[in-house]
């Protein structure tokens, strides 16, 4: 599991409820691939990725994550 700033819990069942989270942050889902999504932040591209239990956030700013 994982929390995050905006106090909203994760784990491997609740996918979808991810999914609505990340979108309701501001990012879009790629067009090519279903498990990326994307958003401009501090005039930076913000790509979080995933496949099964693994997530990947990158940016820029490697402190950035903390702030989501």
Do not use: P, Y
């Not at 090519?32 to 999504?37: G, L, M, P």
């Not at 958003?39 to 820029?60: E, G, P, V």
């Amino acid at each position: 599991m994982c929390k995050t700033e905006k106090s909203t819990v994760w784990d491997t069942r609740s996918s979808h409820t991810i999914l609505e989270a990340i979108v309701e942050w501001g990012f879009e889902l790629n067009e090519h691939d279903d498990c990326v999504v994307n958003k401009i932040i501090k005039r930076k591209q913000c790509t979080i990725t995933w496949h099964m239990d693994d997530l990947k956030i990158s940016h820029a700013d490697k402190m950035l994550w903390k702030t989501l």
